[in-house]
């Protein structure tokens, strides 16, 4: 059997060669008639004629001239666009032959193929995805989350989650934290107006009832209401309410984590401490609630604290918090570092040195493979210099 497999394996690799080359021959017998741009078209139909008749092979076909030397990357670029336009074939080859490839497909040759082509949403991701330059991929995932804003008051708010979750593929510069709080302030304002409440707990799957306070969203909610209201209509949406909707989320999770830790942990920021005294009895009616016990003078003195910015051990709770929502493995990391960093000074200093240079955010702007890549050269380089420094001068400390 395992025989069969790699008989079956190889005839298929010796098909896709020998189409590749075919493609080769059509596109270097149509330079010497035609220009470059036609010689590509006419390559670019016979890849599509082939793929038609022969669908199984269509990821290899498509990797195949991308890896032909001979092939100009435009072939690959026209055969995809037009690809990404008919029904008959599906989009998902495409970016399964740029993850494929055994070459770089350029940037512009991607972009290309996103902005002429009319790619499936889920794919268009994927091609997002392979583009090498950061500052290019944002700006993709931009015009994906500009169109995610037109569209989104008729999408139901688990797929408006769902869609969010696929562009998180990038460093989020502060343009995309805008567009992502704009839709679900716009969602929220929708939901508001058709139903009187803005179904914020699906929503905060995506962002969190502490952010939506961090960042003012009642406000958002508020201006975006106003945009889909009828000139003559007079606006029902109430700023307080809304925050109080959010409140009440967030009181729901404290009492879960009461639950769980035994203590009540509410979760700081500016806009925290500037409740109203009527919205702090709000906050803490409802934890009472979602306990369902009534609480100790002692404990709403702290949840008041906390609110106000005021508990001593307020970062302790927070931190424990934030460690106990870590998956196991990385809770293990986790451990594992801190302790060496908490018994280990100098370490301690190191690591500050390299987060205020900025080198650690850097390298999480980088691809997995890229970031070990780069640390390994790094590493390379460091110890290269700790070695010629300690021949030199043996009982120097080594300068880097």
Do not use: W
Not at 85 to 101: H, Q
Not at 137 to 160: F, G, P, R
Not at 219 to 234: A, F, G, L, N, P
Not at 330 to 336: A, C, D, R
Request: aromatic share 4%; hydrophobic share 30%.
């Amino acid at each position: 059997m395992l025989k069969e497999f790699g008989e079956r394996l190889l005839h298929r690799q010796d098909k896709t060669t020998k189409v590749v080359n075919q493609i080769d021959e059509v596109y270097k017998k149509s330079l010497e008639d035609d220009e470059i741009k036609d010689a590509e078209q006419s390559a670019a139909q016979k890849v599509i004629e082939y793929v038609r008749k022969n669908p199984e092979n269509a990821t290899e076909i498509l990797k195949g001239i991308l890896e032909k030397e001979e092939i100009p990357n435009k072939v690959f670029e026209k055969t995809a666009t037009t690809i990404s336009k008919m029904d008959e074939i599906p989009d998902k080859i495409i970016p399964k032959a740029v993850a494929d490839s055994e070459v770089d497909v350029p940037d512009q040759i991607i972009e290309n193929i996103i902005e002429n082509g009319d790619v499936n949403r889920k794919e268009k991701i994927e091609l997002i995805n392979n583009l090498e330059n950061e500052e290019l991929k944002q700006k993709q995932v931009e015009e994906e989350l500009k169109q995610i804003y037109e569209n989104c008051s008729d999408t139901n708010e688990s797929e408006l989650v769902h869609k969010l979750e696929m562009t998180k593929i990038v460093q989020k510069n502060s343009s995309i934290k805008k567009l992502e709080q704009a839709i679900i302030a716009k969602k929220m304002a929708v939901n508001y107006k058709r139903f009187g409440g803005t179904k914020i707990s699906t929503l905060s799957r995506y962002l969190s009832e502490e952010e939506m306070i961090e960042i003012n969203l009642p406000e958002m909610v508020y201006e975006e209401y106003k945009k889909i209201s009828e000139k003559d209509e007079k606006n029902k949406v109430d700023k307080s309410n809304l925050k109080v909707q959010i409140l009440e989320e967030i009181a729901k999770k404290v009492a879960n984590n009461y639950q769980e830790i035994g203590d009540f942990v509410i979760p700081q920021s500016k806009n925290m401490t500037q409740l109203t005294r009527k919205e702090e009895d709000k906050f803490i009616k409802a934890i009472e609630t979602y306990v369902r016990k009534k609480l100790k003078g002692t404990d709403v003195t702290s949840i008041r604290d906390q609110i106000r910015g005021r508990d001593a051990n307020m970062q302790l709770k927070q931190y424990i918090e934030k460690m106990r929502k870590l998956p196991k493995s990385q809770l293990e990391i986790f451990i594992n570092n801190t302790e060496e960093l908490v018994e280990n000074n100098e370490e301690l200093t190191v690591y500050k040195e390299l987060k205020d240079s900025g080198i650690i955010g850097n390298l999480q702007k980088l691809t997995d493979n890229k970031r070990k890549d780069y640390i390994k050269v790094l590493n390379y380089a460091v110890q290269k210099r700790v070695e010629e420094k300690s021949h030199n001068n043996p009982n120097d400390e080594p300068e880097i």
